[in-house]
């Protein structure tokens, strides 16, 4: 995967936390990740698909999850995610894959599109034949996002 792709799914998942949901965001430093990719204690999967094929995990603590649904729930603090704080979850990762595509589709590519967004609920090791390059992306000084995106082989 080329920086300019990596570079617009990062901008993507940013906009998504800056302006819709007006957290502040301070991305770390990229490292590449290899098997396996550790998940944190609830995870969204998007994929990327058309003329860029790719993967994004964003892992993070159930605190976040629950940051991340009371604000889409207008400031709402949210302490047990029920069947609703799901939804709003998987819907969370469904912004974030349409504004990677917005922002890859920006960059020039065209034929981009997203895959329906899964959620993994607990600590797991995700493996693949795929490597990642994963970023964590501080939020509000309190919370943290690691995003892996993988780059095909």
Same mark, same amino acid.
């Not at 965001?25 to 994929?47: C, D, E, R």
């Not at 860029?52 to 999850?65: F, N, P, Q």
């Not at 995610?81 to 065209?110: P, Q």
């Not at 996002?145 to 095909?152: F, G």
């Given at each position: ?11 993507? &998942? ?8 007006? %957290?502040? *965001? ?12 550790? /998940?944190?204690?609830?995870? *969204?999967? *998007? @994929?990327? &698909? ?23 729930? @207008?400031? %709402? ?7 609703? @704080?799901? /939804? ?13 595509? &917005?922002?890859? &589709?920006?960059? @020039? ?18 493996? /693949? ?16 996002? %690691? ?7």
């Amino acid at each position: 995967m080329q920086a300019n792709q990596i570079n617009a799914i990062l901008s993507g &998942t940013r906009s998504v936390l800056e302006n819709h949901l007006g %957290m502040q *965001v301070n991305a770390g430093k990229p490292t590449l990740q290899v098997n396996p990719v550790l /998940s944190g204690q609830v995870s *969204v999967i *998007v @994929g990327v &698909t058309g003329s860029i094929k790719a993967e994004l995990i964003m892992g993070m603590s159930t605190a976040t999850v629950c940051a991340i649904i009371g604000k889409m729930y @207008g400031g %709402m603090e949210i302490v047990e995610i029920d069947d609703m @704080g799901w /939804s709003a979850f998987s819907e969370f990762g469904n912004w974030v894959g349409a504004a990677c595509c &917005t922002e890859l &589709t920006n960059s @020039g590519y065209t034929d981009v599109n997203i895959t329906p967004p899964i959620i993994n609920e607990g600590e797991s090791r995700f493996r /693949s034949v795929n490597k990642f390059i994963s970023i964590p992306f501080g939020i509000d000084n309190e919370y943290e996002i %690691m995003v892996h995106i993988s780059t095909p082989q």
